[in-house]
């Protein structure tokens, strides 16, 4: 069993910058793949980016919607992962969600690769 929880999210300018962190306990959280979706209202939830654990190398994955905006990290050693999000956009607003898979390494990205979620954190970019 893993526990998960967000935290950083807020509301932002567009154009500003957050960092959402998503610390984890229990299980083997470094061999295993992080991922980050979102909701935004009357949306479903989509994929975001994701990492994968030790074995892969921290190989990173990122949805074409925030290429070059966003960047996933993650801190093995305090069983934390992060999404750096800057140039925030009114369309990045929403509901972000962390997520650690029990079977997958690699950078993986649909949903139902994830066993564990947590309870997000809302984001809301506007002036």
């Known amino acids: 069993q893993v526990d998960l929880v967000e935290s950083g999210g807020g509301l932002v300018q567009p154009g500003g910058s957050l960092t959402l962190s998503c610390a984890a306990s229990?299980?083997?959280?470094?061999?295993?793949?992080l991922g980050w979706f979102r909701q935004a209202p009357g949306k479903e939830r989509e994929f975001v980016a994701a990492?994968?654990?030790?074995?892969?190398?921290?190989?990173?994955a990122h949805a074409d919607s925030v290429k070059g905006r966003f960047t996933v990290s993650r801190d093995n050693a305090k069983n934390t992962g992060y999404l750096r999000m800057n140039n925030l956009k009114p369309e990045d607003t929403g509901v972000y969600y962390c997520?650690?898979?029990?079977?997958?390494?690699?950078?993986?990205?649909?949903?139902?690769?994830?066993?564990?979620w947590g309870q997000g954190t809302q984001v809301t970019v506007s002036s």
């Open positions: 997520a650690v898979s029990e079977g997958y390494e690699g950078a993986v990205k649909f949903e139902w690769q994830y066993t564990y």
């Open positions: 229990g299980g083997t959280f470094g061999s295993s793949a």
């Open positions: 990492i994968g654990g030790n074995w892969s190398g921290g190989i990173t």
